[in-house]
């Protein structure tokens, strides 16, 4: 059914290869040496962009139609190469597979607005469309590679706004100048990779696993030293289940829970406090975050929210004056995270902080959310550091869907 096919098999390693990666490789070669006709190509000790392009170099030079990357720290299943081919028209086709590290995301992208989203892909058979894919397990079609300009990988350097510089990896702009021409770039989620994490393998199918492990450890050690820590934990986990793209911390004090938890999955992290100080140190340790000096009472807004938005508001609304006043200015759709003490578990060997001005317990704290307009869809009491709970409530005005 392919016999025309000819793929170039490559893989570059910058350093050994892992004894049990290589040995799942050499099985599937011999086994694709039997069903496809095949090229295999090796380079070492180049970095990504010059070993992809001298390989897809070579794999022209022998008349390869396609070629298939494998990174050195993938394992792939017997199947993997049958089901890519299905969709060998396509200018690039990728296997799915997480990344190796905290929140082990999928890799595959969207682009809105200018930007590009992580998708998480269900676990089912399907063949998606996206804007950028992962390249260590991925088709690409030469014919469409041949319509580029060379280098055909190459890594740009360049500007946002306010002058930050970051690099677009040459997997991504290869990406983008495919679309730009026509190009479609798919990924499979019926080909699921795994990914070496140490003394393992993440995969699809066990990510939420290796998520749910790393968000223990990563609770139980910031919990020796922080407050409000199961706020920042719950406020992950409805951003990650609505699919939403911005956090706004009001309150957001020096962001090292902020930055923690968040720093990995979102690109848009926006905080408000009244100390330049501690915006200082926000700046200093997540400069790529938007921080902004706010008197959340006298002040509007600094950072506009829509229904992408999630707000975190941490132990704050009982130092202000008037809360109400500030709930009332969060318009509709916009996910929220509050916070308080629950004073009604405060024992008197507890000094709690003398700056607070309103004091609540579980029934107060709900009326006030209620009654500035929030449904609350969840609500509950969590155990602080210090011998008492922490009360935390997950809304939002009204109850559209966005």
């Known amino acids: 059914m392919y016999e025309n096919l000819k793929i170039g098999i490559m893989s570059h390693a910058y350093e050994d290869v892992p004894f049990k990666v290589h040995v799942n490789h050499m099985t599937l070669f011999s086994y694709w040496a039997k069903r496809f006709n095949v090229v295999f190509l090796g380079i070492d000790g180049l970095v990504n962009a010059a070993a992809r392009n001298r390989l897809v170099d070579t794999a022209i030079a022998y008349d390869c139609t396609h070629v298939l990357f494998l990174d050195v720290d993938h394992r792939f299943s017997k199947d993997f190469l049958d089901l890519l081919v299905t969709s060998h ?38 063949v998606y469309d996206v804007d950028a894919c992962a390249f260590g397990c991925t088709l690409l079609n030469l014919e469409w590679i041949k319509k580029l300009e060379k280098p055909y990988f190459r890594d740009i ?36 990779v795994e990914h070496m994490v140490p ?12 998520e749910i492990f790393y968000m223990e450890l990563l609770t139980q050690r910031l919990m020796r030293v922080e407050f409000q820590v199961p706020v920042y934990l719950e406020a992950y986990q409805i951003y990650m289940e609505k699919e939403l793209h911005n956090v706004v911390d009001l309150g957001c004090g020096d962001a090292q829970k902020l930055q923690k938890f968040f720093e990995p999955v979102c690109t848009k992290i926006s905080g408000t406090d009244t100390s330049d100080e501690q915006l200082m140190k926000c700046k200093k340790r997540f400069p790529q975050g938007s921080w902004n000096l706010c008197d959340l009472e006298k002040d509007e807004f600094p950072v506009k929210f829509d229904c992408d938005t999630l707000i975190i508001c941490a132990d704050v609304l009982e130092h202000l004056e008037n809360p109400t006043q500030v709930l009332n200015k969060i318009p509709e759709d916009v996910w929220c995270i509050f916070s308080t003490p629950d004073m009604s578990t405060v024992g008197d060997d507890i000094v709690i902080n003398k700056g607070h001005k309103q004091s609540y317990d579980k029934f107060t704290f709900e009326e006030l959310v209620n009654h500035a307009g929030f449904k609350i869809y969840k609500s509950f009491l969590y155990q602080e550091r210090l011998k008492y709970k922490g009360h935390i409530i997950v809304c939002r005005k009204e109850d559209f869907e966005c």
């Open 89 to 126: 028209e396509s200018a690039i086709v990728s296997g799915l597979v997480c990344r190796r590290t905290y929140p082990f995301l999928h890799v595959g992208f969207v682009k809105k607005f200018g930007t590009y989203f992580n998708v998480n892909f269900p676990n089912c058979d399907e």
């Open 157 to 192: 350097c360049t500007s946002e706004d306010g002058g930050k510089k970051y690099n677009k990896r040459s997997d991504m702009v290869l990406c983008a100048r495919l679309k730009e021409i026509g190009g479609d770039v798919r990924i499979d989620s019926r080909v699921s």
């Open 199 to 210: 003394n393992d393998f993440v995969s699809p199918q066990n990510r939420h696993l290796w």
